[in-house]
Nanobody, 122 residues
Framework: QLVESGGGLVQAGASLRLSCTAS????????MGWCRQAPGKEREFVAT????????YYADSVKGRFTISRDNAKNTVYLQMNSLKPEDTAVYYC???????WGKGPLEYDYRGQGTQVTVSS
């Protein structure tokens, strides 16, 4: 089970840190990622990180503003989001894929959390 936290309502330019904690299994053997879905839009990748943390991928829309990281000892993945924009408003999902490196896709996963809402006002 993946449980996200840290979402909320913020103004443009603010920061949020999302966390995703796994229970019942270790994330150490999974590449992890964050994807998001805004109303009326398709789900899209935001960022992925390899099982070791040595390889990361970011969507062009968030590159330079978001940072994905992981702490396998805490069974937790993070998404630091800076300089938030209204277009970042979406439900953010934590996802896990049983592979060492995920890169930019495909957006196919073995586990997904329930999601946390991020709303950025202008």
């Amino acid at each position: 089970q993946l449980v996200e936290s840290g979402g909320g309502l913020v103004q443009a330019g603010a920061s949020l840190r999302l966390s995703c904690t796994a229970s019942g299994r270790t994330i150490a053997r999974y590449a992890m990622g964050w994807c998001r879905q805004a109303p009326g839009k398709e789900r899209e990748f935001v960022a992925t990180i390899s099982w070791s943390g040595g390889s990361v991928y970011y969507a062009d829309s968030v590159k330079g503003r978001f940072t994905i990281s992981r702490d396998n000892a805490k069974n937790t993945v993070y998404l630091q989001m800076n300089s938030l924009k209204p277009e970042d408003t979406a439900v953010y999902y934590c996802v896990a894929r049983a592979t060492t490196t995920w890169g930019k896709g495909p957006l196919e996963y073995d586990y997904r959390g329930q999601g946390t809402q991020v709303t950025v006002s202008s």
